[in-house]
């Protein structure tokens, strides 16, 4: 009885080994196939790049209280290039300011 019950543990325990690396491959392969799906979204999806942002040409500087005084003008113009293979359509726009010295 105890080499049976013996034989048994090891069993379970090579079984369980065996689940384990079987899960591990599943989540592997879940997660390519994830991978790939976003591929192809983003390949399908209509996208816009801003190319170029142009100051205004006019006045960059406006003078507020003498020469030393001054305020840059807050519009500017920008070139928008669209690619993709489906129209575009914005759903949310938003601005970042990043500063760099």
């Known amino acids: ?11 379970a325990f090579v079984t369980l080994d065996v689940i384990k690396h ?6 592997a392969s879940a997660d390519s196939a ?21 100051p205004p040409k006019d006045a960059l500087r406006v003078a507020v ?5 001054y ?4 519009y500017f113009s920008c070139k928008l290039k669209v690619f993709g293979l489906t129209p ?4 949310m726009l938003g601005f970042a300011f990043i500063w760099r010295r």
Not at 22 to 27: D, E, F, L, V
Not at 38 to 47: S, T, V
């Open 34 to 54: 994830k991978k790939s799906i976003e591929a192809l979204i983003r390949g399908q999806r209509g996208w816009i790049l801003i190319d170029e942002i142009v």
């Open 71 to 74: 305020m840059i003008p807050l």
């Open 1 to 11: 009885m105890l080499l049976v019950g013996i034989a048994a543990t090891i069993a």
């Open 88 to 91: 575009c359509r914005y759903s």
């Open 65 to 69: 209280f003498g020469e030393r005084d």
């Open 22 to 27: 079987q899960t591990k491959a599943a989540r």
